[in-house]
T-cell receptor, first 111, second 115 residues
Framework: SQTIHQWPATLVQPVGSPLSLECTVE??????LYWYRQAAGRGLQLLFY??????ISSEVPQNLSASRPQDRQFILSSKKLLLSDSGFYLC??????????FGQGTRLTVV | AQKVTQAQTEISVVEKEDVTLDCVYE???????LFWYKQPPSGELVFLIR??????QNEISGRYSWNFQKSTSSFNFTITASQVVDSAVYFC????????????FGKGTRLHILP
């Protein structure tokens, strides 16, 4: 069966520090991968999605970047965090856009 | 462009009442999927249902039912005889197959079931 792992679960980082969140999927090949952000406990905003290794589509201009170095690995990064980067970050995978399965999320607080 | 609107920000009902969560979508495609997800207080998103654009048959699963109407671009979710455990944020989502595989979510509806 397929599983998705996302870590860390919680993170407190100072403004200006770098960020690296990692997500890996097991039990499937060539999945679509997604990063979403949920601010203030509400709506899910699509940040990045990838349909293959090295293929990244950005939805929102921002202080973040994403990379997919391996088929089942998706990384969200920032060189310098802003206060506005605080939120709940969710990684998800799908097969060609047919329903997404989510990780448990990372709650990021930038202080 | 893809868009999902959940006009109800927050709903409160007393336990055992029925409640309907509204979802209206916009898409240029004729082939697409619609979804509902539940987000309990723990934060993890739980998949509830998928419906493709060629299947307008309504679905019932226990106390949950979904009404898909292409004529009004709506995909509403009804909980019958609500329970306190149904309290959560519910998200409606849309995916346009064959275009870019993005899955776009609405802003969610926070549902409070009062004992």
């Amino acid at each position: 069966s397929q599983t998705i792992h996302q870590w860390p679960a919680t993170l407190v980082q100072p403004v200006g520090s770098p960020l690296s969140l990692e997500c890996t999927v097991e039990g499937t090949s060539n999945p679509n991968l997604y990063w979403y952000r949920q601010a203030a406990g509400r709506g899910l905003q699509l940040l990045f999605y990838s349909v293959g290794i090295g293929q990244i589509s950005s939805e929102v201009p921002q202080n973040l970047s994403a990379s997919r170095p391996q088929d089942r690995q998706f990384i969200l990064s920032s060189k310098k965090l802003l206060l506005s980067d605080s939120g709940f970050y969710l990684c998800a995978w799908s097969v060609t856009g047919i329903e997404a399965f989510f990780g448990q999320g990372t709650r990021l607080t930038v202080v | 462009a893809q868009k999902v609107t959940q006009a109800q920000t927050e709903i409160s009902v007393v336990e055992k009442e029925d409640v309907t969560l509204d979802c209206v979508y916009e898409t240029r495609d004729t082939t697409y999927y619609l979804f509902w997800y539940k987000q309990p207080p723990s934060g993890e998103l739980v998949f509830l249902i998928r419906r493709n654009s060629f299947d307008e048959q309504n679905e019932i699963s226990g106390r949950y039912s979904w009404n898909f109407q292409k004529s009004t671009s709506s995909f509403n979710f009804t909980i019958t005889a609500s329970q306190v455990v149904d309290s959560a944020v519910y998200f409606c989502a849309l995916s346009e197959l064959g275009r870019d595989d993005k899955i776009i979510f609405g802003k969610g509806t926070r549902l409070h079931i009062l004992p």
